[in-house]
């Protein structure tokens, strides 16, 4: 302690004596101070710690082991900067001491002076070898992720493939040689030492979210989830690790589950905008753009540069269908990020959403210039040429998308529904078989080749293919029709009939829906406006034209509560739940 190394100090200049002189009274408290400092830190009461030390450097300037237990002590309270003055004066103190050293290259360490802190670290290795004692794991991983820091990769994997030699079971080092491996794309190595991080020790969160990392960066999406998932178990308070699963459920198709994490991370941390975009990625990717258009204009005002930002809420305000707000947000992202293809290729559609079909070809052509075998380019480039009536030109397009991806479902569709109206029904069947085979959901396709099999005296595979789209698109009039039609020409007058009553009735109620959507848009409109009596016409004449509509009920609901009628608008919120399905997206309007 101090009063006994300053005891030994005197009695080496007076050797005539045999006898200790005894200390003075500050050094004496200097050493009760520390005695107390150090029993309250083994007992990691900190403030205690801090408050003893202080007191008997301030007794003690000249001895280092004050200074540098004060240092420590400030270090473990995350004050780098003073920690680092203490250290710096144990240290021109005692220069050989490797505690105060190794406490020194953790402050510099701490505040990212990764140069200083290699350069301790350094000298600190070189008195463990001299001393026959390796660093600790701690030291290790510290002084590797300093000289990555600074640029020496092979270096910190050197270090810590060093201290692995000496604590082969240890989980921190094999996590951190792993994060170091991944950072260099070598995924294979990387998994391994995540692996036998986890094995060594199986509650350790950071392996288990480094791992699900690695495998979301290899397209394994389920498997990240679960590691994820179980890092997110292990420590629910870092946000991290649920924006991490967020993103796995998403590229999983997970996309409930991705928003649900995201919303609970966000409410943990409302501030943080890493959660917000995430969030709103997901929402953008379960279908809500509208709901994510919000968010995502809250990380733009925090990032008002990034490009991806500004690339996502323009998708989103397309989607919306709001190609006018998006087009500005795409020219600030091409600012940014000029050689992007995609960008290139979003800003063309956003312009064919506005019918700016020159400008949208010229977007298409130049995201082609950067990829020039991009199939979803040439796709969307032939379909501006076909809005143009350019069909010599967009066919090629067509050609070349498929030909570049044959697992695209949209250029055989297309290219059938040219061919069909060019009446090349042979080119238009073999086309409209390929869509539907590779997206048999498409109910469209299939009615188109049921149409063209009709044409081409095909009446058995004609109905089974206008059967198929009646199963896929069971309120359109036009596929009962066509069956209608092949069924008189069989001699089926009963079943014919059937079909054009049906597709009768489907007419009637498609004018209803039309009706009444008119009528709700006009509701909306003076709703907001604030002319609580119009709206409430309108929105009534809305239930009337469609009563098996949910949504005017529901916008009737709200109109009819701000006019404080609450039983009557308890009555319309009773109707819209009964139509709505649970998954309608009612409840974010």
């Known amino acids: 302690m101090i009063g006994a190394a300053q005891a030994t100090s005197h009695s080496q200049t007076k050797s005539t004596t045999t006898h200790r002189p005894t200390p003075s009274p500050q050094i004496q408290s200097a050493d009760a101070a520390f005695r107390a400092g150090y029993a309250a830190f083994q007992r990691n009461d900190l403030q ?15 001895v280092a082991a004050a200074h540098s237990a ?29 505690q105060t050293r190794t406490n020194l290259a953790m402050a510099y360490f701490q505040l990212r002076e990764y140069s200083r802190a290699a350069s301790e670290f350094q000298s600190l290795r070189q008195l463990s070898v001299a ?60 998994t391994a ?15 288990h979210y480094h791992l699900g990392s690695v495998l979301l960066n290899q397209h394994n999406a389920a498997e990240a989830v679960n590691e994820l998932d179980r890092a997110k178990s292990l420590d629910k308070e870092n946000p991290a690790y649920s924006i991490q699963l967020g993103r796995a459920l998403t590229a999983a198709g997970r996309e409930g589950d991705a928003v649900a994490t995201l919303r609970q991370a966000v409410l943990h941390d409302p ?30 005002r925090a990032r008002p540069q990034n490009a991806a930002v500004l690339t996502n809420l323009g998708l989103a305000l397309v989607q919306i269908g709001d190609a006018k707000g998006a087009i500005p947000l795409y020219l600030r992202a091409l600012k940014v990020n000029p050689n992007s293809a995609t960008l290139r290729e979003d800003l063309g559609v956003a312009y064919l959403q506005q019918s700016d079909l020159d400008h949208a070809i010229e977007q298409f052509h130049a995201g082609l210039e950067l990829e020039h075998d991009n199939p979803q380019l040439h796709y969307d480039l032939g379909l501006a040429f076909k809005l143009k009536d350019n069909l010599t030109a967009a066919v090629p397009e067509f050609l070349r998308s498929a030909e570049l991806d044959g697992n695209l479902p949209d250029p055989p569709y297309t290219l059938g529904i040219l061919y069909m109206q060019q009446g090349n029904f042979a080119e238009a069947q073999t086309q409209l078989e390929k869509a539907t085979a590779l997206n048999p959901h498409n109910g469209a396709a299939w009615e188109a080749l049921g ?3 009709k044409q081409s005296d095909q009446p058995e595979k004609a109905m089974a293919a206008l059967r198929q789209a009646i199963s896929l698109l069971p309120n359109q009039p036009s596929p009962h029709i066509s069956l209608a039609a092949i069924l008189a020409q069989r001699g089926e007058t009963t079943a014919a009939t059937a079909e054009r009553k049906i597709a009768a009735d489907l007419s009637r109620v498609a004018v209803s829906r039309q ?22 016409a309108q929105l009534e004449a809305a239930v009337t034209a469609d009563p098996n509509y949910a949504e005017p009920h529901l916008v009737l609901a709200e109109a009819l509560a701000r006019q404080g009628r609450s039983a009557e608008a308890a009555v319309q919120r009773q109707q819209a739940a009964k139509l709505a399905p649970p998954s309608s997206s009612l409840t974010h309007q």
């Open 193 to 207: 030492h995540f692996q036998s991080a986890i094995s060594a020790d199986p509650n350790m969160a950071a392996a």
């Open 515 to 536: 009706r009444a959507d008119f009528a709700l848009d006009s509701g909306r409109l003076l709703l907001k406006r604030g002319q609580l009596s119009e709206a409430i």
């Open 451 to 453: 149409n063209v099999y």
């Open 271 to 300: 501030s943080s905008t890493d959660a917000q975009y995430e969030l709103a990625f997901a929402l953008q990717a379960a279908g809500n753009p509208k709901e994510s258009i919000p968010l995502f204009e809250k990380v733009l």
């Open 131 to 190: 001393a026959g004692e390796p660093l600790s794991p701690e030291a290790a991983v510290a002084y590797a992720t300093a000289l990555n820091a600074t640029g020496q990769k092979g270096e910190a994997q050197q270090q810590l493939e060093l201290a692995l030699h000496n604590f082969p079971q240890n989980a921190v080092l094999h996590d951190a040689l792993g994060t170091l491996l991944a950072q260099q794309e070598r995924y294979d190595e990387a």
């Open 70 to 98: 004060f240092g420590a002590v400030l270090l473990a309270e995350g004050d780098g900067h003073a920690a680092a003055a203490e250290l710096e004066t144990a240290q021109k103190l005692n220069p050989s001491d490797p």
């Open 48 to 62: 205690s710690a801090h408050v003893e030390f202080a007191k008997a450097v301030r007794l003690a300037p000249g």
